[in-house]
């Protein structure tokens, strides 16, 4: 056909129009990606692929895999480079899921999200976790 665009994942009338061969081609699902993500210009990310919360792609990095939260990838294809955080950091960072917040409780937690010294982070994002327990 002209297409192969998958109309029918749209549903309803789309998929109801969609001839059957169109679903017989190759879908690995959509492309996921967390929150607070960096993505280098000119990045390609392959379909079906989750980027975890917090991670960082290079420039011109071709994705084909999941990336783990809070990891740098780069390359074609992207390979691990590190992990930006230990994973005391980054479970607490998750946990704390600061993307959902209020704007008004965003603002008072910036300085904590800002700073460069990852220990004093590490201490007040713990402190942050235990009063809302």
């Not at 959509?30 to 607070?36: E, Q, R």
């Amino acid at each position: 056909s002209v297409s192969t665009y998958p109309f029918q994942v749209f549903g309803g009338a789309w998929a109801d129009q969609a001839p059957p061969h169109l679903g017989q081609l190759p879908r690995k699902g959509d492309i996921m990606v967390g929150n607070d993500v960096w993505i280098g210009r000119e990045s390609v990310i392959l379909p079906g692929v989750h980027i975890g919360d917090g991670a960082i792609i290079a420039a011109s990095a071709v994705v084909t895999k999941d990336v783990p939260p809070y990891t740098v990838v780069g390359g074609n294809p992207a390979e691990f480079i590190r992990r930006r955080f230990n994973d005391r950091l980054t479970a607490m960072l998750l946990e704390l899921k600061w993307w959902d917040f209020k704007p008004d409780d965003l603002i008072k937690v910036l300085p904590v999200l800002t700073d460069p010294d990852l220990e004093k982070v590490e201490r007040e994002v713990e402190a942050l976790l235990k009063s809302r327990r």
